[in-house]
Nanobody, 113 residues
Framework: VQLQASGGGLVQGGDSLRLSCAASGRTISGYALAWFRQSPGKEREFVAA?????GATYYTDSVKGRFTISRDSMVYLHMNSLKPEDTAVYYC??????????WGRGTQVTVSS
């Protein structure tokens, strides 16, 4: 499955953004989905995940209470109260029921102080 993230941009601290990720060629239903991010010089890190059913969500501690992951025909990351340390390239990823993982092209989020 090919994934494409969008919705990034340059914002000020305290602003909000909504990232979206769509799959080309097929539906993402039936996939577990997640967002990761990578800042310059750092390893890619987990941000949030949502179960195939959409019933369970998981977040890294630094974004709890500020970010919300959701899904319908796409997967979204609603980001509130953005901080400069949230600056990164954000990637969506999906796992199929065999555990194979797919990565999409990222979208840049830059938060100025």
């Amino acid at each position: 499955v090919q994934l494409q993230a969008s919705g990034g941009g340059l914002v000020q601290g305290g602003d909000s953004l909504r990232l979206s990720c769509a799959a080309s060629g097929r539906t993402i239903s039936g996939y577990a989905l997640a967002w990761f991010r990578q800042s310059p010089g750092k390893e890619r890190e987990f941000v949030a995940a949502i179960a195939r059913s959409g019933g369970a969500t998981y977040y890294t501690d630094s974004v709890k209470g500020r970010f919300t992951i959701s899904r319908d025909s796409m997967v979204y990351l609603h980001m509130n109260s953005l901080k400069p340390e949230d600056t990164a390239v954000y990637y969506c990823t999906a796992w199929d029921n065999k555990g194979l993982q797919y990565w999409g092209r990222g979208t840049q989020v830059t938060v100025s102080s």
